[in-house]
Nanobody
Framework: QVRVVESGGGLVQAGGSLRLSCAASLNPFTINVMTWYRQTPGKQRDLVAAITSGGSANYADSVKGRFTISIDNAESSGYLQMTSLKPEDAGTYLC?????????????WGQGTQVTVSS
């Protein structure tokens, strides 16, 4: 059974740091792309950062220089290191894992982890 679980969220003061984790149980598949999104009430889901299995990463302009995404292909997991957090970074962070079996690309989502940033 495929499963994606996020963890690492919490309450932090502005300027602080958090490290989010995304653990995927994908056997027999592997991660093709891992993407972190931020969801806030009443707003659309915003892409925060994405990384391919080869390590190519891209970021939303709002987090460039502050967030770092990484991937561990052997463990089918990934991380989002967040520094210099701002109140506008708050929200539910969701991990999207894309697998590719050579025929079909499939997306799997976790339930999210909550990030709260106090000013």
């Amino acid at each position: 059974q495929v499963r994606v679980v996020e963890s690492g969220g919490g309450l932090v003061q502005a300027g602080g740091s958090l490290r989010l984790s995304c653990a995927a149980s994908l056997n027999p598949f592997t991660i093709n792309v891992m993407t972190w999104y931020r969801q806030t009430p009443g707003k659309q889901r915003d892409l925060v950062a994405a990384i391919t299995s080869g390590g190519s990463a891209n970021y939303a302009d709002s987090v460039k220089g502050r967030f770092t995404i990484s991937i561990d292909n052997a463990e089918s997991s990934g991380y989002l290191q967040m520094t210099s957090l701002k109140p506008e970074d708050a929200g539910t962070y969701l991990c999207d894992v894309e697998t590719d079996n050579g025929i079909t690309r499939t997306h799997y989502w976790g339930q999210g982890t909550q990030v709260t940033v106090s000013s």
